[in-house]
Structures are given as C-alpha cells and as structure tokens.
C-alpha cells in the first residue's frame, strides 16, 4: 500500500480529455463497486492530480450532497480544475461508455441469470469490491490516524450505523455540521515580540 507521504508532489492541472479519460478508468476499473477506492488510486496515487487530503475533501463534499457519491466526486474533480467544461468532461467519462456497457451486460445477465456458475462469479466480483472498500477506509485512517476527533467522530458515526441503525440523513444532518463546526478554521493569535504591547 502506498503511503500518500512518500507520493511525488502533484501533477500539473489536467485539462479536459484527461478528465474523460481519467474518470473513464476509474468507473472501468471498478466492477462490483469499490469506486472510491479506485478513484483515489488513480486520480492521487497514479495521475497525482490532487494530493490525498483534497481527495478526501473531495470525498466528504460528494457525500454530503445527495446522489451517487462518485457522479458528484467526478463533478467536484472535474469543476476544481475547469470549472464547467471539466465538471462535464469528467462526468462524460464517468457515465458514457459504463452507461452503454452496463445496458449490453444488463442484457446478458437477463438471458443467463440463472446458471449458478455466473452468481459464483459475481460473489467473487462482490468480495474484490469489498476487499477495496476496506483498503480505502485504511488509507483514511492513515491520514487522521494522530487526530483523536476525528476517529472519535468515525467510530461515534459507525456505531450508530451499523448497530442502532440510525438512517443516514439524519445522521449527516446532525454530525456534519458539529464536524464543521469542530474544523472550522480559527484565527491564530501569534504571541508578541519582546518589546510589544500584549
């Protein structure tokens, strides 16, 4: 696993057909899900278009806002570098050909469905994808491993999901804005020279 400390700095800005191309491989890349995972693979560790942190911010800004996640982080990406023409380059490439693909295989699994041999399949295609989604969480952690806020606010997030099943809206309604609260850039007050008046 690469660690987004020893990364080469950032590429310079893409323009808009490495937009398309590049949203292109990560909705390619992603069968079964996982496409978090293969967004920040390609668009921080192999094209370093943003470095891991505005990934992330990427990230929780596409989550916020409803609709898919990686529809709005495509949108995000594409806008942080050119505005609207980006923000539709980058979306072409995340919808367009996995769009025309998924109608053809759609198509397919209709006619085949029920052969056991294909459901083995897709559960192998599942795990991989969750296999991913778990390295993503990882490379998080990493980022906010020494901010105890921060994973008090995940585990506090995951607790109420996974085991009093609280719904989602609700939840982002209540812990997003005490997290942007917590967050919210404060002025420094640097100390006086000697000699100053405090």
């Not at 293969?38 to 370093?48: D, H, K, L, N, T």
């Not at 539709?88 to 469905?113: C, E, K, N, S």
């Not at 997030?157 to 812990?175: D, E, W, Y």
């Amino acid at each position: 696993m690469t660690d987004a400390s020893e990364l080469p700095p950032t590429a310079p800005a893409p323009g808009l057909r490495q937009l398309f191309t590049g949203m292109l491989m990560v909705a390619l890349s992603a069968f079964g899900g996982g496409l978090s995972a293969w967004s920040q693979r390609i668009i921080v560790e192999q094209r370093r278009w943003m470095s891991n942190e505005e990934f992330l911010t990427g990230l929780t800004v596409a989550r916020l806002f409803p609709g898919p996640n990686q529809i709005n982080m495509a949108v995000y990406v594409g806008t942080f570098f050119r505005g609207l023409p980006g923000a539709l380059a980058a979306l072409a490439g995340m919808l367009l050909v996995p769009f025309t693909l998924l109608m053809g295989v759609g198509l397919l699994y209709f006619q085949f469905h029920s052969l056991p041999q294909l459901n083995r399949v897709l559960a192998g295609v599942v795990a991989a994808a969750a296999g991913m989604a778990l390295s993503m969480g990882f490379k998080i952690l990493d980022q906010y491993w020494k901010d105890p806020v921060a994973l008090l606010l995940a585990a506090v997030t995951f607790v109420l999901m996974a085991f009093f099943h609280v719904r989602l809206v609700p939840l982002v309604l209540v812990a997003g804005p005490l997290a942007m609260a917590w967050y919210w850039p404060r002025p420094s007050h640097p100390r006086p020279l000697a000699g100053e008046p405090r």
